[in-house]
C-alpha cells in the first residue's frame, strides 16, 4: 500500500507514529510511506519558533524525530517539492515540478500560512512573518541590530513574541485593530488587566488601530496607523492570523469550508483521503466543523488519521481551543469557548495574589476556562472540557488553590 503524506509538522509526524506502531505490531503490513513537504527542512515544532528565534532554543531542539531515530517501513522525503494540484479521480499529488506522485491513501497536513495583510510597504526590508523556520531564521538574524519593534496583531502569536522582544530590552509596540489585546483569549476586563501590567514594564498598546502603510525607503523605519499615529521600528512583525494551506484542492471535489472538512475518523469527502491538523475542519461538540489551532488538536487529529489509514477504526475527540502565554511571571490560560447565554460565570480575584479566574459552566458542563497568574490548572480543565466531566458538584472548589480532581476526571 502507497501512503502519501503532504505536510511534515506535528500532524504528519504523529500520523507516521500511529503507522509505526501498527508496523510494529503487524510487521506483514509495511506501507510504502512518501512525505512531501514545501519546506526544505525536516519536520520540527512550529509552536516554539518564537523561543528558537529569540535564542531560547537551538535548532535540534525544535526537531520532531520518529522513536529510534527511523522509520520501520519504506519511507521516503520529498522536501522543498511544494504540492500544487490533487488528481482526486486517479489518485495522484501533483508537485511543483511537474511530477506526479501516486497513493491509495492520502493524508492532507499541510497545515496553515500568515494571513497577509494589504499594508503598503509589506514587501520592505525589516519586515517579518513567523509561520515557518525560515521566518523565525531571518529574525533571528536582525534582532541584534534592532532596537525597536512594532508588532501589528495582539492575539497570542503577536503577544508571545512582543513578551519575547521585550525581555530581550527592545522596545516594543503592539497594534492591535480590535479595541483589546487577546481578543480571542480573554474577556475584555482580564486583557484591560494584562495590559496594564505589561505597559508597566514599558510595551505600548496602541487599540482599535489598523496599520495603514510601513514606512521606511527599502528598509522598514515604522508604521503609520489610520488613526494617524507614526510608531517607529525599524523591525516590523505581522502576526494578523493563520490560513489553512489549501489551495492545491481548489480543482477537487474535496469538500472544503475555511479548511478541509472532515468527520471523526478523519476522513474528508472523498474514500481514502484524510486531513489532519490546521487545514482540517473536525466535526465540534455541537456537531458544526470548527478549526482549531493549537498542537494537542494536531497531534491527536495526526494519530487517529494515521490509524484509520492503516485499516484500524479510531475517532477523534475534539480538542477544545487553547491559547497560553507562559513567558512572563504571570501566566496567561484560556481554554475552550464562552456558550450561550444561559452560561453560569464562576469568578475568582485575587489582587494581591495576582491570581484572576473564571469558569463558564453550561448545563452542568465547563465550556470556558480563563485565568491569569495561575500555573497548575491547565491540565485539570483541558481534560474537564474535552471529556466534558459533569462539575455540578465540583463548583464550590475548582476555584480553591491546589485544587487536582484527577481521580474524578480520569
Not at 137 to 148: D, F, G, H, M
Not at 317 to 339: H, R, T, W
Request: net charge positive; with cysteine; proline share 4%.
Amino acid at each position: 500500500m502507497k501512503i502519501v503524506i503532504i505536510g511534515y509538522g506535528p500532524a504528519a509526524v504523529r500520523a507516521l507514529a500511529a503507522i509505526e506502531r501498527h508496523v510494529r505490531l503487524f510487521p506483514g503490513q509495511r506501507p510504502d510511506v512518501t512525505v512531501i513537504s514545501a519546506e526544505k527542512t525536516g519536520p520540527y515544532s512550529p509552536m516554539f519558533l518564537i523561543k528558537f528565534a529569540t535564542g531560547q532554543l537551538i535548532r535540534d531542539q525544535l526537531s520532531l524525530k520518529p522513536e529510534g531515530g527511523r522509520y520501520s517501513f519504506p519511507f521516503h522525503e520529498l522536501l522543498g517539492h511544494p504540492a500544487v494540484g490533487i488528481l482526486d479521480k486517479e489518485k495522484k499529488v501533483i508537485l511543483q515540478d511537474g511530477r506526479e506522485i501516486g497513493f491509495d491513501r492520502l493524508l492532507i497536513a499541510s497545515g496553515a500560512a500568515p494571513v497577509v495583510p494589504s499594508i503598503k510597504g509589506i514587501g520592505k526590508e525589516g519586515v517579518f512573518f513567523l509561520g515557518r523556520l525560515q521566518d523565525a531564521e531571518r529574525i533571528a538574524r536582525a534582532l541584534p541590530q534592532a532596537r525597536e519593534v512594532v508588532v501589528i496583531g495582539a492575539g497570542a502569536m503577536g503577544m508571545e513574541a512582543a513578551i519575547a522582544f521585550d525581555r530581550l530590552g527592545k522596545k516594543v509596540r503592539v497594534v492591535e485593530f480590535l479595541s483589546q489585546l487577546l481578543p480571542k483569549t480573554l474577556g475584555a476586563k482580564m486583557a484591560e488587566y494584562v495590559q496594564g501590567r505589561l505597559e508597566a514594564r514599558g510595551m505600548e498598546f496602541w487599540l482599535g488601530c489598523a496599520v495603514a502603510e510601513i514606512t521606511g525607503a527599502n528598509k522598514a523605519t515604522g508604521v503609520v496607523t489610520n488613526c494617524g499615529r507614526e510608531l517607529r521600528g525599524d523591525m516590523v512583525l505581522l502576526t494578523a492570523g493563520v490560513r489553512p494551506s489549501k489551495d492545491f484542492v481548489q480543482d477537487t471535489t474535496i469538500e472544503t469550508n475555511q479548511g478541509i472538512c472532515v468527520n471523526d475518523r478523519m476522513e474528508t469527502s472523498i474514500p481514502d483521503i484524510y486531513a489532519a491538523g490546521d487545514v482540517a475542519e473536525s466535526k465540534n461538540r455541537q456537531g458544526f466543523n470548527e478549526l482549531v489551532f493549537n498542537w494537542y488538536s494536531a497531534i491527536d487529529q495526526g494519530w487517529v488519521a494515521g490509524g484509520n489509514m492503516m485499516g484500524q477504526a479510531k475517532n477523534f475527540l475534539f480538542c477544545p481551543l487553547l491559547s497560553a502565554l507562559k513567558e512572563i511571571e504571570f501566566p496567561v490560560l484560556s481554554i475552550g469557548k464562552k456558550g450561550a447565554e444561559d452560561t453560569e460565570l464562576l469568578s475568582r480575584y485575587e489582587r494581591k495574589k495576582g491570581i484572576w479566574e473564571e469558569i463558564y459552566v453550561r448545563n452542568g458542563f465547563v465550556d470556558c476556562y480563563q485565568a491569569i497568574g495561575v500555573r497548575d490548572k491547565a491540565g485539570l480543565f483541558y481534560t474537564l472540557i474535552k471529556s466534558r466531566k459533569k462539575v455540578e458538584s465540583l463548583k464550590k472548589v475548582l476555584l480553591t488553590d491546589g485544587f487536582n480532581a484527577t481521580g474524578l476526571i480520569s
